[in-house]
């Protein structure tokens, strides 16, 4: 059997004896053992997780709170998470030729874990609990505008075709159609039944470390993609070529933009591109033009039009270039990017950087000149203690311990609670390591507001220090 089978496999071995005797024993390592897994990583314990709401069942305690071969107690759940429902629908549909695959949004599969963005944990989260039902999404969750329905389709292994249906769900999917749809046979039967509670947890492995394989994950974005911008999913003003400069003029004064797209009725297929420049050149440069012209004269052929899962940055030198792009959208939908887009989102992108940059800046200047190097390296980690001969060499976190002792802080004169100081540091700090991963989902308002408001008050206190 396949790794995927031997899962599903072991689970509905596990049901069946919960059913039969009300509980079951495993251990952690035999959970681990049957993913194909050899260590209890959030990713994989979140799988886990999901397997065992799969199959309607829980364990007690958690798998992270018992050593590797202490047993946990599986039990039948009364209560689901918030995504059973909708990810157990999904599967069933797959199983039937004739149902067309269900859609969700990203901003619903958020709201499963009471989030708001696509920060790096979440996307983990939401992977790892899609993969415990075999599922996947199309396209990638990760790559569309969080309001974009998408198709939850059976997950395929690297490397290898897609299974019964998944290459005509993409296709149906991309065409607004759903002529067919993913197959695959339900869950295996047991091979070998558990018979007791004690064969689950003492039986002896047969498998060697070499022996276990780490089941194959499906390859999913790992950048930042111009159709997760919410300016690419908002309406484009368009004209059809045929309509006159003069009501292209009116349309474009009206609705306050400096351009248009030129597509047919359908709204599928980009013509051109229309600007207030264009339009100028054109009627400069000849004799007898007038407003009256069709718009295909004076247009732009060909503007650059690209899919909605390119990363940002590639896109940008087009932008640049032509001064905006046009995006495809999952569904054959146009979005347009401009380069006063592209400057709100760098802005958005840099802020944080900018902002943490200035803090650390402030924080050390109220320390510089206060402290002995000795008291420096006294806060500073392991081997890097040797590395540290000024304040410009500590970390934010080396400045929240100097400024958590008393006696350092009563040395600086800070008319402020010590304690509090030091928790909003330690919260700017925890904002700094999020940000440091790159993630453009991973901050929300308030984080910003944090950050805003604690440059706010060092600023205070560098003002006055220079009095």
Known sequence: MSSKQDSEAFFKQLQQQVRRDDHAQVTPRQFLRAMGAKRRGSQIVAEIESRLAKWELKVEPSLVEVGADDPVVVLSASEHPPYFNVLTQA??????????????????????????????????????????????????????????????????????????????????????????????????????????????????????????????????????????????????????????????????????????????????????????KDIGHYLSAKNDASVDDPVECAMIAKPPVVDHDRPFLEVTNDILRHGSVFVRGPRGTIGILTQNDMGKRLREFAEPFVLIQEIERCIKFLIDGEFTTEELQSVAYGGSKADVRSVDDLTLGNCQQL?????????????????????????????????????????????????????????????YADE
């Not at 067919?180 to 003492?202: C, H, K, R, V």
Request: aromatic share 6%.
């Open 91 to 276: 599967d069933r549909r797959l199983d039937d030729p004739s149902a067309e695959p269900l859609q969700v949004t990203p901003r619903e599969m958020l709201q499963w874990f009471g989030a708001q963005r696509r920060g790096a944990q979440i996307r983990e989260r939401i992977r790892a609990t899609l993969d415990g039902f075999n599922l996947a999404t199309h396209p990638d969750f990760e790559s569309v505008w969080a309001d974009e329905p998408i198709a939850l389709i059976r997950k395929a292994r690297r490397g290898s075709p897609p299974e019964s249906g998944t290459g005509a769900v993409s296709e149906a999917v991309h065409q607004e159609t759903h002529a067919e749809s993913g197959t695959e046979q339900g869950p295996p039967a047991a091979s070998t039944p558990f018979d007791t509670p004690s064969e689950i947890t003492n039986a002896p492995s047969t498998d060697t470390p070499s022996e276990i394989s780490v089941p194959v994950r499906a390859a999913h974005a790992a950048t930042f993609h111009v159709g997760t911008l919410r300016e690419v999913n908002r309406p484009v003003e368009s004209i059809s070529p045929q309509s006159s400069l003069r009501a292209a003029m009116t349309k474009m004064t009206t609705c306050r933009v400096g351009r248009l797209a030129i597509m047919p009725r359908n709204g599928r297929i980009v013509n051109g591109l229309l600007r207030w």
């Open 403 to 463: 400024l958590a002792k008393p006696e350092y802080w009563q040395r600086l004169n800070i008319p402020l609670d010590r304690g509090t100081f030091v928790q909003k540091l330690g919260d700017v700090r925890g904002i700094r390591n999020r940000v440091m991963h790159f993630d453009p989902e991973d901050l929300n308002d308030e984080d910003m507001i944090c950050l805003q408001r604690f440059l706010d008050l060092v600023y205070q206190l560098r003002s």
